[in-house]
């Protein structure tokens, strides 16, 4: 059965930093890997989709990587804003799994003025 | 387009009331499916259509019914509300069930 790992669960940085969100699965064998974003009592807005022939995606200050056959995804934010503060949500499309995403439980970051 | 949509926002119910979380995409998408959200659990499939007239169970499924009459619409019933089905229920769709998902607003329910 996949599992999804997320660390840390919690981060806080000041505003202008880099910063790294990790995010690990059990079982390599996977379509995709998409990051989320959720901010709070809202829904899900679809950040990057990384296929999993591709080692990394990039939109604006984001980059995702995948290495597969170790089981890891980063999220990279560059020049974090204070509007950058939400939890972050990676989830796996598994082969084995009928197209369902199996959901990490979220990195929740927190970017001080 | 307005994406993936969700009704209602919220909803209250009592111990064994019935009722119908609606869900419609206006992407042409095939793939539909519902997710429930819980502190500590994360989110969890309950029920997936790949097309209309297709439906299959998630890890989640009791409790719960679905249907897929159209491309575009895919209602979750709650056939007799209990306490445990206390949570935020979210839609997605995509053109296949391995392309990107994306995600309605979510119905927060609280069942008493």
């Known amino acids: 059965k996949q599992e999804v790992t997320q660390i840390p669960a919690a981060l806080s940085v000041p505003e202008g930093e880099n910063l790294v969100l990790n995010c690990s699965f059990t079982d390599s064998a996977i379509y995709n890997l998409q990051w989320f974003r959720q901010d709070p009592g809202k829904g899900l807005t679809s950040l990057l989709l990384i296929q999993s022939s591709q080692r990394e995606q990039t939109s604006g200050r984001l980059n995702a990587s995948l290495d597969k056959s170790s089981g890891r995804s980063t999220l990279y934010i560059a020049a974090s804003q204070p509007g950058d503060s939400a939890t972050y949500l990676c989830?796996?499309?598994?082969?084995?799994?009928?197209?369902?995403?199996?959901f990490g439980e979220g990195t929740q970051l927190t970017v001080n003025p | 387009n307005a994406g993936v949509t969700q009704t209602p926002k919220f909803q209250v119910l009592k111990t064994g009331q019935s009722m119908t979380l609606q869900c419609a995409q206006d992407?042409?998408?095939?793939?539909m499916s519902w997710y429930r959200q819980d502190p500590g659990m994360g989110l969890r499939l309950i029920h997936y259509s790949v097309g209309a007239g297709i439906t299959d169970q998630g890890e989640v499924p009791n409790g719960y019914n679905v249907s897929r009459s159209t491309t575009e619409d895919f209602p979750l019933r709650l056939l007799s509300a209990a306490p445990s089905q206390t949570s935020v229920y979210f839609c997605a769709s995509s053109y296949l069930g391995i392309y990107e998902q994306f995600f309605g607003p979510g119905t927060r329910l609280t069942v008493l």
């Open positions: 989830a796996v499309n598994g082969e084995t799994s009928g197209s369902r995403l199996t």
């Open positions: 992407m042409n998408h095939e793939y």
